[in-house]
């Protein structure tokens, strides 16, 4: 364990100093508040919630916690999956969630600044109003932008446009000494040294504090219809997957569903789907400038579908009735969490290993008595395991889920997946890395770590060991 | 009932929007670059026809007036499992309000009879007045009965039903033929399938104008108009309020206090 300093009266005086009385708190509310996110990690309270409003608040902050070695934790609208925002030794809980502005939507050059407590969902809102799209769309749409870049957040659009990273041209950021850089800019291409912006993207709060980004937008096409795909297997909606690619018809979003997962949303959202009878489902959606272009697209679909052996699907193509059709699939994390005590493995395996992840794990939840919920970006094999406590009890869930975390892990890596797609491994996975990396990655990156936290005093504890 | 019954089902093609934009000069609804989609109402009647057809037999006709442009939301409803559609269109029925819209509509429900029932939304997105099931019902001199929230069945030339309305629910029974408007919560529309769009592709969407139904020009579009828009403007949304947060106790005292405080109670 790292020696750290305390937060003594004195210091949360300077805090005091730097950004408010206002914002420096040491309720028990406030601490439990920012104790957790929204993975199943037991909380961690920081001794106090500091929540700056600028980059140089930001900057003095850190300079402060590094002179008194006080580890601080950033922040941002805590929904992470995997305990990257817990502070795990106490100190400075570093909420940004004041710094919510939209700074810019430049039309001319498709980017936006934006702060790093911006959430998901304003921006998404802000630039539609302009006919633009920030394509990142993870199913925690209350995430901040600060979040998302932190773990290199994808969500369903991942098959067409990428995830995150690809459309993080800039950053600011704060180093934990205090020192601010800049990194790239309102700039589409950048070979100019070290990507330091790509290192500090994913790299979940542990080398710097990300005070501004600069992301690229795309123009909004204009149109878009969602189908809802019913299987007699995992086999035929993956081969279905496999065949809407090969005929170079590009989805911007292909979701797996299994029927546990389409009952379990009609539970929660106390309504019903179109069809909860069979054992897989695909939701596949499409987008075009014109309703030609959708409809061109539609066909090739259904052209496939029909031929994998699918019956037929539903085709929802007015903006309400896709609605509801997703909100079918983005209530999954919480309509399981309504129900049962939850956690996840968010693989990435190769696309046309999905169906062998799926079965593995399948079998994995028989073999252990625990309920495991596939729920997958099927376009770009990210898979998500749900996996619920279902009858057992806490002793036994808690022996079980280790176990069943680490078989699903093996069984992606066996796979030549990964062991996270996009919540990071923060607290929760860390210790799986080895696994999938040689000791020499981890001791770069160790190295890495080192160079910008010569004191470790940046989010420690998380997703390696020094 | 073993022939089973005729549904018509009335539809208008609406903006997909949900806030109407209208030029102040005209009092004209822009549609220019906005979607057209079925009326999210009428969608539960279309919805409400194809339930009867499953449960006692026989034919959903559907029938809209507008534009030549409105043919796809009719052959939306072909898509849904409707039987037939037809499109009153003609330059005379432009501009028509409530009255002149369901005197044309009465004219073509006379054609395409025999009907049993006449199912409409509760009302449009885009002119939200709900008057042209009821005054469809006058011209056609048969019952009518709006804010229905389900069937509970039919038999013996009756209907019987039930209606939402704000002091509780109220158990009809109407003799048939009868035109019902149908409100949000008697069902759940469900969605077209892709079998379903690929014959609805071929389907004949039929035409009626003014010279089919032989109707009187005077009582057609904006002539038969008694209707005169004299001002249109968006309401201002009420603003303020006060948020309160707290347990279901902590709520509920807060509100019993201010009531109090307002001298409501």
Redesign the interface.
Known sequence: MPEYGQVTQELRGKLEEIVGDKHVSESPEDLEKHAIDESLEPPHPPEVVVSPGSTEEVSAVMRLAYSERIPVTPQGSRTGLSGGSHPVFGGIALNLERMNSILEIDEENLMAVVEPGVLIVDLHAETEKLGLLYPPDPGQESGSLGGNISTNAGGVRGMKYGVTRDFVHGLEAVLPSGEVITMGGKIVKNSTAYSLLDLIIGSEGTLAVVTKATLRLVPKPR?TAL??VPFDSTRDAANTVSEIVRRKVVPYALEYMPRHAVETAQRYLE??L?DDSHPAYLLIAVEGNT?DEVESQ?ETV?EV??EMGAE??????????QEQ?WEGRKCLFDAYKAFWEIDEVDACVPRKHIPDYIEGAEVAAERHGVIVSNVGHAGDGNVHSIIARGELDEETWREVLDAVIGELIDLALSLGGTISGEHGLGLAKKRYLPRQVEEAQIELMRGIKRAFDPHNILNPGKVFDL | MSEGLNVIVCIKQVPETTEVEFDEETGRLKREGVDAVINPFDEYAVEEGLQIKEKYGGTVKVLSMGPPQAESALRETIALGCDEAYLATDRAFAGADTWATSYTLGLCVEKIAPYDIVICGLKTTDGDTGQVGPELAQHLGVPHVCYVNKILGIADGKIRLTRLLDDGVETLEAPLPIVISVSKDINQPRLATLRGRMGARKAEIKQITSKDVDADPARLGLDGSPTRVVKIFTPTPLEGGDVVEGTPEELAERIFQKLQECKVI
């Open positions: 149109h189908v809802f309504r019903k179109p309703v539609l259904g579908c029909l037929d699907a539903y085709v929802a193509d007015t903006a309400a009735k059709l």
